[in-house]
């Protein structure tokens, strides 16, 4: 159990521009910072963090909360354990007690599975490093490949003793669930109950998160056996997605924003021995084909990409068809390649930093200009080849979103290859073409699917009275949020004797502080807010506002369900993007402008009060009988003085308002 004094401290230190910029590369727009959404897929940044307020909202998705929420959105950390990362972050102290058995057993299906890829992360470092097997196999290898101690302890390398079962046997014995075990594929069940280790006899490369989550790991066998596979992972589970992760990342995250450029090669070692050599923004693919998920991985963090090519050219053909994705992120690719025999791994162990730096700056190509010269070479002089190639490079032109990118491109290719831009340019147009129609059709099959979802949501028109009142309440929401504190003069109307004795209503100015007016004036007309999720908020708000002298968001958050804390970061991100000109289209008469904060929660009240009673009367008026026979008196006589009340309420708004119908 982690003590109040220290998730205190936690709040009082951690950033939300820093925590999220590990994740996201924010850029400034105006006092707040923008970026792409990491929950979605997009190519306008609608991602908002608040430096100010501590607060973040992703319009695209709609989440939105603190830095310990965004940890628990994106890295689907629990509470206690994104409280525990930003401990780390910050170098805070946090007492914590050491899990028991029960406590294992207790824990949720996804924190077993990562609990278990950590302890086994742990134990395979630990027998590389203490015992004689481990020393001798794994540890030598990793040395013969250059890696210092401090670099096979910072990428967490480790070595799978060659037995049957040894982790599986230890993990079990420290509590562990060997449901887990199975989960996360550390260990394979046999039909005759027995179970053995995946990883046996291999040296191991932990896959992490963004975050320094152990997802999964690669492991490598080191001998020349060709019946088994030289390289084993982790199979997908509810953790590891192969497609969605990229090595090294974690690592790599805040030089890459920094630097704006990331680059990206194959293998685990390459990564390893890059950074080892002072290059820290790179990462891999793991040898696996590149996916739109690891390019959107990257374009959180920058635009930028430098592609590292073996010097194999036998094998650059195959491996290019891949970048079109990146194109069509509408992010900027380059491609390096090294001398023949060589790989980044091999060539960063024998290039000092410097020259290697400079390497990469003066021979890295433009990705389109790259794949034009290599092709170019393919073809020669056979005009069926060139046809094709034409149209390989026309293809890839067209995965590219900036109409001015891809024509300076067009005339880049046409110079490369020889060929009129008229020739390009007509078959770039069929291409866009061709990709508009097959759009097209796509969206109209999306649009017969929903054919029921536009009906069902017709409904919505016949509500759209409970909508004017969602909104209003949501408004008196966002004034406590905003103004609660404040302390301004309000008019009281009160009836007192004139000079001839008759009782007349003269109005006099009181100072309140904002949440105490809302509060009373609720409370003295008995109403109550009806939407359930703004009634919740709105009973903290106020017994924040009595129990705390000052307001702070970060500690009110902290008190709110996570469905409280992301309604009132939408509120609060919302005040900062939008302005309110679509208010009065929709009957809500606020304007902030040129207006003290008292007149607007004047205007917002009353608006409520108008609106409420109109309600009243709809109600009232349909109890009235179309029967001739039957006395309507009192009815009528109830609209009138409703009525009044609705005259009464337009008299100190300022302004005639029909009723709402």
């Not at 909202?57 to 509470?79: I, Q």
């Not at 280790?197 to 152990?214: A, C, E």
């Not at 060539?347 to 010269?373: G, H, R, W």
């Not at 109109?614 to 009235?624: L, T």
Request: aromatic share 10%; charged share 30%; glycine share 6%.
């Amino acid at each position: 159990m982690i003590s109040k004094n220290t998730i205190e401290t936690v709040f009082e230190t951690a950033r939300v521009e820093e925590v999220i910029g590990d994740f996201v590369q924010l850029k400034r727009a105006g006092t707040n910072l923008k970026g792409l959404s990491p929950f979605s897929d997009e190519k306008s940044p609608s991602f908002m963090v608040s430096p100010v307020k501590q607060i973040w909202k992703d319009f695209s998705s709609g989440k939105g909360g603190n830095a310990v929420t965004f940890l628990m959105e994106h890295e689907h950390f629990s509470y206690p354990e994104a409280i525990r990362y930003l401990a780390k972050k910050y170098n805070i102290e946090i007492e914590e007690t050491v899990q028991s058995t029960e406590q294992i057993a207790e824990a949720n299906d996804r924190e077993s599975m990562y609990l278990v890829s950590e302890y086994a992360q742990k134990f395979f470092q630990d027998k590389m490093l203490t015992s004689d097997e481990g020393q001798a196999i794994g540890l030598s290898y990793f040395k013969e490949r250059g890696f210092t101690l401090e670099t096979i302890k910072k990428f967490g390398l480790g070595y799978s003793p060659e037995a049957w079962d040894v982790f599986t046997k230890e993990a079990l014995g420290k509590g562990y669930k060997l449901e887990f075990l199975e989960k996360t594929g550390l260990t394979i069940p046999k039909e005759d109950g027995r179970h053995f280790d995946r990883f046996k006899g291999r040296v191991m490369f932990p896959i992490q998160s963004m975050s320094g989550r152990v997802l999964g790991f690669g492991g490598r066998i080191l001998t020349n056996d060709k019946k088994v596979a030289k390289y084993v992972n982790s199979p997908e589970s509810e953790i590891y997605h192969k497609s969605k992760v990229l090595y090294g990342i974690f690592y790599a995250k805040q030089a890459i924003a920094k630097l704006d450029n990331c680059f990206l090669c194959e293998g685990y070692t390459d990564v390893i021995q890059m950074h080892q050599a002072g290059i820290e923004n790179v990462v891999a693919s793991s040898g696996t084909a590149l996916t739109p998920d690891q390019i959107r991985l990257i374009n959180r963090l920058t635009k930028n990409v430098t592609v590292l090519f073996d010097g194999d050219a036998a094998g650059l053909r195959a491996s290019i068809r891949g970048i079109d994705l990146i194109l069509e992120e509408g992010m900027n690719v380059k491609v390096c390649t090294f001398p023949d025999g060589d790989d980044p791994d091999s060539f960063a162990k024998k290039t000092p930093q410097d020259q290697l730096v400079k390497y990469l700056e003066e021979n890295a190509m433009d990705f389109i200009q790259f794949k034009a010269s290599l092709l170019m070479k393919e073809a020669k002089n056979d005009p069926i080849k060139k046809a094709d190639l034409i149209r390989d490079m026309v293809t890839s032109i067209s995965k590219i979103p900036d109409r001015i990118k891809r024509e300076i491109y067009i005339q880049e290719c046409s110079r490369i290859m020889d060929i009129s831009e008229e020739v390009l340019f007509n078959t770039l147009a069929q291409l866009v073409q061709k990709e508009i129609v097959d759009t097209g059709k796509k969206l109209k099959q999306e649009q017969k699917e929903k054919v029921f979802e536009v009906v069902n949501n017709q409904a919505d028109q016949v509500q759209s009275k409970v909508d004017v009142q969602n909104q209003l309440e949501r408004r008196l929401i966002e004034i406590l949020l905003l103004y609660g504190n404040a302390e301004e003069e309000f008019a009281d109307y009160v009836y007192k004797a004139a000079d001839d004795g008759e009782l007349k209503e003269v109005k006099e100015m009181n100072v309140y502080k904002v949440y105490q007016r809302i509060y009373l004036s609720l409370q003295e007309d008995e109403v109550e807010l009806a939407n359930p999720l703004f009634r919740s908020i709105f009973n903290e708000v106020i017994n924040y506002y009595h129990q705390n002298e000052k307001f702070e968001i970060e500690h009110f958050l902290m008190q709110l369900t996570s469905e409280m804390a992301q309604e009132v970061t939408s509120i609060l991100m919302e005040d900062e993007k939008m302005s309110l000109h679509n208010w009065e289209v929709k009957l809500i008469y606020v304007k902030l402008k040129d207006q003290t904060i008292g007149q607007y929660v004047t205007e917002t009240i009353l608006t409520l009060r108008w609106y409420l009673v109109n309600k009243i009367i709809e109600e009232v008026k349909h109890q009235i009988s179309p029967d001739p026979n039957v006395d309507n008196s009192e009815i009528l006589a109830l609209v009138m003085d409703y009525s009044k009340l609705v005259g009464n309420f337009s008299s100190k708004l300022g302004r005639v308002m029909s009723r709402y119908s």
